[in-house]
């Protein structure tokens, strides 16, 4: 059996473990409230349900998984301090931490993981169930231990464990209800550093220590308040002034960014964003009739010049995207067909199309109809000028664009029941194919609920043979040979506008220390994070 890692006792020991996993031996500057910021309020806070990246920012302080990951994706203890892999791969045995309660004081156990994983995250949760699609039982031997055997073994089990994705959630609060309903998703109950003590919605959110966590050193903070400010300018000037302590370059603009890298009291990192490596699309809607003509979603591809994108709209803070796996992401090759800016081939494909050019440029059908999309835009900067930019791009090819603002919740409810033809948006990659991109182009994903699934409506039986082959397949090579063949065929099919492999950044005063301490920074659990007094 091999065991990683096992636990030890003893100063040297305790030396060690802090050393390995950047933990601070001694504790450092109690007490104090941190500031941060979100730029709506979140859909909800309960993880087990499919959460945005604003419900993670939050929630990720509330609950925890299983395990944790390092910014180099290895895994790390979390609720569970030490776990064994069979030879064979099919066996995984978790030993858990002792002593952790949920935040309403009943004992955390076994029985609670199991509950989690066979019960509760399947059903509520698509990327949860296909996470554990391969799982053939979970038991609880004792209290303290979990044995989870699987039919066969999958190459990236250890992966699906964080608290982001695979919460463990408090069967004493929902066994025996109806999820969606438990009055509790008002108010978590989770194992985590911090818990909810007051959501003012249109205004801010408030976590305070939760006296209950299981580490007694941790954590630093006596609070975390998330401001609630729709506006990016506002945002931004709060960041400046130091209204507000923690951003990320999501909630400011790329004109602040630029700004602040010459601000000696702010700090900017691209660590932490390890796990998500998120990549900016536009994701079309393959059910309405234009777009569901591969030639069509082609020559919107060529339209759009992804330098400018990159340069002009998204401050250089990333890399070209060329398919459906980043360039971070295992198993990603830059063999795929091209979409380089250019227009004449897009004007090519519509004409192919039988859709004509009047004397103005703009294009009809056969029965005279106008060449039209719809494009959902995600709220906020840079998206907002990022459909501003597609609009004028596909206008130079003949296609009228009608740009579609809602605020974040109406946008997550419309891509989730399929109510778009194009939309704007962002998908994170989770460290490996098997967990991120599967998600999203696998057709037993196209199901309504979720934003973060297969909203497009792609169905390749060709790509769902290699998706399920490589999610079993433990030699890198072939698994790596099926991934290329997916990303060779996805890219044909332009399913989407990959445009960008995103860099993101944690934006923080110099005041505020160890906020980023795994591959989830600002999504993490920030039981290391203290402010200077």
Known sequence: MK????????????????????????????????????????????????????????????????????????????????????????????KLQPGVKWSDGEDFTSADVVFSLSEMLPKTNAAAKQALEQVKSVTAPDAQTVVITLKRPVPYFLMVFPRQQMPMMPKHIYEGTDYATNPHNAKPIGTGPFKLQEWQRGSYIRLVRNDSYWNKDRPDLDSITYR??????????????????????????????????????????????????????????????????????????????????????????????????????????????????????????????????????????EKGNSVKVSLLVLPGEPYDRLAEYVREAWKGIGVETDLQTTDLGTCYDRLSNWNFDAAVFTLGQLADPGIGSRSYYHSSNIKKGSPFSNVVGYSNPDVDKWYDEAAVEMDPAKRGKLYADIQRELVADAPMIWLLDLDRLTIYHKSVHNLVTDGFGPRGAWDQAYLDQ
């Open 3 to 94: 065991r990683v890692p096992s636990t030890t006792k003893g100063l040297v020991a305790v030396l060690t473990v802090c050393a390995l996993f950047s933990w601070p031996a001694f504790a450092q500057n109690k007490g104090g409230n941190l500031i941060s910021v979100l730029r709506a309020d979140p859909k909800g806070l309960v993880l087990a349900f499919p959460s945005a990246g604003d419900t993670q920012l939050v929630s990720g302080k509330i609950y925890e998984g299983l395990l944790n990951y390092s910014s180099d994706l290895k895994p790390m203890p979390s609720l569970a301090k030490a776990w064994e892999v069979s030879p064979d791969g099919s066996t995984y045995t978790f």
């Open 228 to 365: 609630i400010m729709p506006d990016a300018a506002s945002r931004g000037i709060a960041l400046e002034t130091g209204d507000v302590q923690v951003a990320t370059s999501l909630e400011v603009s790329s004109t602040d960014i630029a700004r602040f890298k010459t601000n000696a009291d702010i700090e900017m990192t691209p660590k932490g964003w390890e796990y998500y490596s998120a990549q900016a699309m536009v994701e079309f809607n393959l059910r309405k009739p234009l777009l569901s003509d591969a030639r069509f979603r082609q020559a919107l591809s060529y339209a759009v010049d992804r330098q400018f994108v990159l340069d002009h709209i998204w401050g250089g803070l990333g890399r070209i995207a060329t398919g459906p796996i980043g360039a971070s992401i295992p198993y990603y090759t830059p063999d795929v067909p091209k979409y380089d800016f250019d227009v004449g081939k897009a004007k090519k494909l519509l004409d192919d199309m039988g859709l004509k050019a009047d004397s103005d440029g703009m294009r009809h059908d």
